[in-house]
């Protein structure tokens, strides 16, 4: 997505930057800080990840002052290559050539005026620094390494700002992060997170030690500091109503992708139906979605959450089994029985498009109510879920044989 440019740092030196801009050509600033491995094709791509979620975002060289187009990988040979690069870097010249970085990005006329910054291991620590020493308006720090040596520091930080850590991170012991939520405890700018069964890297879909649960955590809680502190902001209920028009009023395939990112993914968990990239979701909606949906199919609103990146849909659905459905009854032949049924929608979006989807429901019941599944012993209910969710005041525990015995106590 992005062009590698140059950034005048003073005294004569240039510094090179990945820049990666959003759809629509401009968007709040964003400077991203490296690994110790250099602007690497991992680090364009987490740059490329932002600027979908509506950021300009920049990826200096830091290691321009050592040798100009460091890009490294993650086994052996390159780690150590890394560490070199790590043992001869100038901390206090990193921060400053970080500092003229931001007030480059906020030069830009691809930048909506504000700018903040967020970095990786080494680039974490840099870029605690930076919120310390300089002026950005928000700053997002992954496994910063070293940051407890500069404790001292953090009361000089005026931005908003969060630290990430990893639960079983070999270099950043837990005392380590002890410290340092410590020490900024009484701070309101400073979040501190800890993710339980994350090591070191994380966040890095390369590394060996990344973390997919505490990796999508995270990133939900950096975009909600990113729109606090500089925007965008983006209309997600209505980018959510638009995509299910698509689905179910207007039926058209091409419309639907049109509402998702390039790389979509949506995942009906109790039937792990759905496809993951443009072309498998594509070809699912086409063929196995869209024209499989009973004709009678409509839902009733019961809750609707709206977050920063994200909107959690509750809601009854109800449809006729005219039809087989291959997303949520695959090869079972129309029972012409009515259902229905509680079910959520979780959506995830990168700025104005939707990334993902994970839909869940009670298959169950579902197998009840078309008569596939005999409840006679079993803790399983049909119709009586979607009414207990409409209706609060119908009975609860009637599949609790032992639910008698407590009466009175």
């Given at each position: 997505m992005g062009r590698m440019i140059e950034i005048d740092v003073g005294g004569a030196q240039r510094m090179g930057a990945y820049l990666a801009e959003p759809e629509g050509g401009k968007g709040p600033g964003f400077v991203l800080v490296q690994e110790i491995f250099g602007v690497n094709p991992t680090m364009k791509a987490h740059a490329d990840l932002f600027a979908e979620e509506g950021y300009t975002v920049l990826v200096p060289d830091l290691f321009h002052r050592l040798e100009r187009g460091v890009s490294l990988g993650y086994d052996k040979a390159d780690f150590d290559k890394a560490l070199g690069f790590l043992n001869r870097f100038d901390v206090d010249k990193g921060v400053a050539d970080l500092g003229a970085a931001i007030a480059h990005l906020r030069s830009m006329p691809a930048t909506a005026g504000k700018a903040g910054i967020a970095g990786f291991c080494l680039g974490g620590r840099m870029t605690y620094l930076v919120a310390a020493r300089h002026s950005p308006d928000v700053a997002v720090a992954f496994y910063g390494g070293g940051i407890d040596a500069h404790i001292g520091e953090a009361s000089r930080i005026r931005c908003p700002i969060q630290l990430h850590f990893g639960a079983t991170d070999h270099l950043i012991p837990m005392d380590a992060v002890e410290r340092i939520k410590a020490s900024t405890a009484k701070l309101p700018n400073v979040k501190c997170f800890v993710y339980q069964g994350a090591g070191h890297g994380f966040y890095n879909h390369d590394r060996s030690d990344y973390h997919r649960p505490s990796a999508m955590v995270a990133h939900s809680r950096a975009v909600a500091a990113l729109r606090a502190a500089m925007g965008p902001s983006y209309d997600l209920e209505a980018l959510w109503d638009r995509h299910l028009d698509m689905e179910f009023a207007t039926r058209d395939t091409d419309?639907?992708?049109?509402?998702?990112?390039?790389?979509?993914?949506?995942?009906?968990?109790?039937?792990?139906?759905?496809?993951?990239?443009?072309?498998?979701?594509?070809?699912?909606?086409?063929?196995?979605?869209?024209?499989?949906?009973?004709?009678?199919?409509?839902?009733?609103?019961?809750?609707?959450?709206?977050?920063?990146?994200?909107?959690?849909?509750?809601?009854?659905?109800?449809?006729?089994?005219?039809?087989?459905?291959?997303?949520?009854?695959?090869g079972i032949k129309p029972t012409g029985r009515k259902v229905e049924i509680p079910l959520i929608a979780v959506v995830n979006f990168r700025g104005s498009k939707l990334y993902h989807e994970h839909i869940y429901w009670d298959q169950a019941s579902v197998l009840v109510q078309i008569g596939a599944l005999d409840p006679k012993g079993l803790p399983v209910a049909g119709i009586e879920t979607a009414r207990k969710v409409v209706d609060e005041t119908q009975p609860s525990n009637t599949l609790m044989a032992r639910w008698k015995e407590s009466a009175g106590r």
């Open positions: 419309k639907t992708m049109a509402t998702m990112v390039a790389k979509p993914y949506v995942n009906h968990v109790p039937t792990m139906t759905g496809g993951t990239g443009a072309a498998e979701l594509r070809r699912f909606y086409a063929n196995h979605f869209i024209p499989q949906m009973p004709k009678d199919t409509h839902m009733i609103p019961i809750s609707r959450t709206v977050g920063t990146d994200r909107v959690i849909d509750e809601m009854i659905f109800c449809f006729t089994h005219d039809q087989e459905i291959d997303w949520m009854l695959p």
